[in-house]
């Protein structure tokens, strides 16, 4: 949703952003958080723009969010990759991260895409991402010409949390699998494909996601 000199330039710029003021130093995880291990849920997700495209400049991830800088084959997880448009990574803020001012957000515990183009709109409780860290509009295929996607979440009271993200990516789109334990998000929220350089000249790039078990 460019396998450029700027993806690479990007992918230096892409790690976790621990930057922050003294009071956010310490991060204690709650203890309800051993149900899931050793992995925190993830509690948001960002999107960043991190070309310099228009004279903007290059995003970043907020204090203590990670980039997603890889795919699950180790391309960079560029979801515009090789479709002309911006590049676009996402980023995500797991709950033992959180600085104070982050940690009244619950986990996430859905995920889906729309074609806001196609007329499709976020399903009842979930919020669309609708700005980039540098409030520009989180269209996941910018500059593309392709589809408008954006990335919607969802926030439930007792569902099993979010823990991990990964981008799956091919020129072949039999091709675009999900990594073992990881559902994809194959289709959007009306029924279209969920590749993220839909309507492009892109590789074909999903979204996957793993969530805790019930219990």
């Known amino acids: 949703s460019s396998s450029s000199s700027s993806s690479s330039s990007s992918d230096s710029r892409l790690a976790m952003n621990t930057s922050a003021s003294a009071s956010a130093t310490s991060v204690t995880m709650p203890r309800s958080l051993s149900l899931y291990g050793s992995v925190s849920p993830i509690v948001d997700i960002a999107v960043m723009f991190t070309d310099t495209r228009d004279q903007n400049r290059a995003d970043q991830p907020p204090p203590f969010y990670r980039a997603l800088q890889r795919t699950v084959t180790g391309k960079l997880a560029n979801l ?12 995500y803020l797991r709950q033992s991260d959180a600085p104070p001012e982050k940690r009244h957000l619950r986990p996430i515990t859905g995920l889906c895409v729309v074609h806001t183009d196609r007329g499709e709109m976020a399903p009842e409780g979930y919020e669309v991402i609708t700005k980039t860290v540098s409030n520009q509009m989180a269209n996941l295929n910018a500059g593309s010409g392709g589809r408008h996607i954006y990335l919607c979440v969802q926030r439930q009271e007792g569902a099993p949390p979010l823990l991990d993200l990964a981008i799956s990516m091919s020129r072949f789109k039999r091709k675009v699998k999900p990594p073992e334990g990881f559902a994809m998000l194959a289709h959007t929220a009306g029924g279209a494909s969920g590749d993220l350089n839909a309507g492009s000249r892109g590789h074909f790039v999903c979204l996957c996601c793993r969530y805790a078990p019930w219990y």
């Open 80 to 91: 515009n990759h090789r479709s002309g448009g911006r590049d676009i990574y996402l980023c």
